[in-house]
C-alpha cells in the first residue's frame, strides 16, 4: 500500500489514520490513495494481512520508502526530522492565541495557536445533560462539529474529541444551560506540532495588551521551546487598526521597549522611558508611554 503524501504534517496523520483502518480501530478515506498490496516482509508482523514493511510512503523531501523505513529514520514522529507529532496536554489557555494561562471553560471562545485536539468530558448528575463542540473560522464559532450526552451522565459521564485547525476558533459548552444538572466539565487541548528540522514553524501571536512604561509584562507562549525570534509591535489603538510601529529587536534598546527574557513557555517585555521612538511619514515624532503592544514568537 502507497500512501503520497505532499505535507510533512500531514504525513503523521495520513499514515496514523491508515493503520487504523488497516487494524480495523477505524476508517481513512483520501483522493489520492494508491493501494499497492505487497506481501509481508519474512519476520514481520502484519496487521490484518499487512505490515509497515508492506506499506510504502512518500515523504517530500525523502522519496518512497517503506512505513518501517520511515519510521526507524524518524521521519513521521514528534522526534523525526521534519516530522510531525502530539504536544503536552494542557487544561488552560496558554496554548490558545492571546492565552493568559486560564483553566479551559465552558462556552467561551478560543483561537487555536496550532492545529490540535479538544477532549472534554462532562460529568453531571443523574439526569439530561450533554456537551458540544463548535469550531470554524469566525468568532464565535457557530459550527456543531461535535456533540454527546444521554438522559443519565452521572456514571461514565459524556465526552467528545473536537479537531481544530490552527487560528480557526473553537469553543465548547454544555448542551443544556438552564443551570440545572450542571455538573463538572473538564476540558484539555492536545497541540499537533511540527517535528524538528522539518519544514514547518510554530508561532505564536499575543492579543493587544496595553503596556505603559516602568513595569515588566510577561506573556505565556507554551510553544515548548525558546523562540528564536521576537517581535513586538506598538499600536496606539486597541485592536491595532491605528498607527503601528515595530520595536527594535533584541535587549539591547535600553531607553524603548525590549524583550528582557525570555524561554520555552512565556515572554517578558518592558519599557523603561518610551516604548518606541519613531517618526512617521509626515515627520511626526511619537515617543508613548503607554499604548498596546502584540507579541510574535516563532519557533522551529
Known amino acids: ?119 472534554a468530558e462532562l460529568i453531571a448528575g ?4 450533554g456537551v458540544e463542540g463548535y469550531t470554524d473560522g469566525s468568532s464565535p464559532p457557530t459550527t456543531l462539529k461535535v456533540w454527546n450526552g444521554s438522559g443519565y451522565i452521572d456514571t461514565g459521564g459524556a465526552a467528545i474529541t473536537l479537531p481544530v485547525k490552527a487560528n480557526d476558533y473553537w469553543k465548547v459548552k454544555r448542551k443544556r444551560t438552564d443551570g440545572v444538572c450542571w455538573g463538572t466539565l473538564n476540558m484539555q487541548w492536545l497541540p499537533l506540532l511540527g517535528g524538528a528540522g522539518g519544514g514547518s514553524l510554530n508561532t505564536y501571536e499575543s492579543t493587544w495588551t496595553s503596556v505603559t512604561r516602568g513595569s515588566t509584562y510577561t506573556f505565556v507562549h507554551s510553544l515548548g521551546v525558546e523562540p528564536f525570534m521576537i517581535q513586538l509591535f506598538v499600536s496606539d489603538t486597541a485592536d491595532g487598526s491605528g498607527r503601528v510601529a515595530v520595536a527594535p529587536y533584541g535587549e539591547t534598546n535600553a531607553y524603548g521597549l525590549q524583550v528582557v527574557d525570555s524561554d520555552s513557555s512565556e515572554i517578558k517585555i518592558r519599557a523603561n522611558v518610551f516604548l518606541v521612538n519613531v517618526v512617521d511619514a509626515g515627520g511626526i515624532g511619537w515617543q508613548p508611554q503607554t499604548a498596546f503592544v502584540k507579541v510574535k514568537a516563532i519557533t522551529s
Open 126 to 129: 443523574h439526569c439530561g445533560q
Open 1 to 119: 500500500m502507497k500512501l503520497e503524501i505532499e505535507n510533512k504534517k500531514l504525513a503523521f496523520i495520513a499514515v496514523s489514520l491508515v493503520l487504523l483502518a488497516v487494524v480495523g480501530f477505524g476508517s481513512a478515506y483520501a483522493d489520492n490513495l494508491i493501494l499497492n498490496l505487497a506481501t509481508p516482509a519474512a519476520g514481520s508482523v502484519p496487521a490484518a494481512g499487512h505490515s509497515s514493511t508492506a506499506i510504502a510512503v512518500n515523504i517530500p523531501d525523502q522519496g518512497d520508502m517503506l512505513l518501517q523505513d520511515a519510521i526507524d529514520g524518524g521521519h513521521l514522529g514528534a522526534g523525526g526530522a521534519g516530522g510531525a507529532g502530539l504536544g503536552a496536554w494542557n487544561s488552560t489557555d496558554s496554548d490558545q492565541v492571546g492565552g493568559t494561562g486560564a483553566a479551559l471553560a465552558h462556552n467561551t471562545v478560543y483561537q487555536a495557536s496550532t492545529d490540535g485536539f479538544v477532549v
